[in-house]
């Protein structure tokens, strides 16, 4: 038994050849998929640094720190 074939449970390992896609289609499919992904993070991560209100969290401080007085 080949150390480099199998998992520490036994199992078999699929290789990376055996996983990549084999027709032109599914590649350009694959590929299609991950940049919609990647542009859907990016975008999410762009409006929220744009969107970002840094003070909106300061009425909760203000009431965990009350609270935090009130039980000590």
Request: glycine share 8%; charged share 20%.
């Given at each position: 038994?080949?150390?480099?074939?199998?998992?520490?449970?036994?199992?078999?390992?699929?290789?990376?050849?055996?996983?990549q896609?084999?027709?032109?289609?599914?590649?350009?499919?694959?590929?299609?998929?991950?940049?919609?992904?990647?542009?859907?993070?990016?975008?999410?991560?762009?409006?929220?640094?744009?969107?970002?209100?840094?003070?909106?969290?300061?009425?909760?401080?203000?009431?965990?720190?009350?609270?935090?007085?009130?039980?000590?």
């Open positions: 038994m080949e150390r480099t074939g199998f998992e520490p449970f036994g199992e078999q390992l699929v290789s990376a050849t055996e996983v896609p084999k027709s032109r289609a599914s590649k350009l499919l694959l590929r299609a998929g991950t940049t919609l992904f990647w542009s859907l993070v990016a975008g999410i991560v762009l409006a929220r640094a744009a969107f970002f209100e840094p003070g909106i969290y300061d009425g909760f401080s203000r009431m965990a720190s009350l609270a935090k007085n009130l039980i000590f």
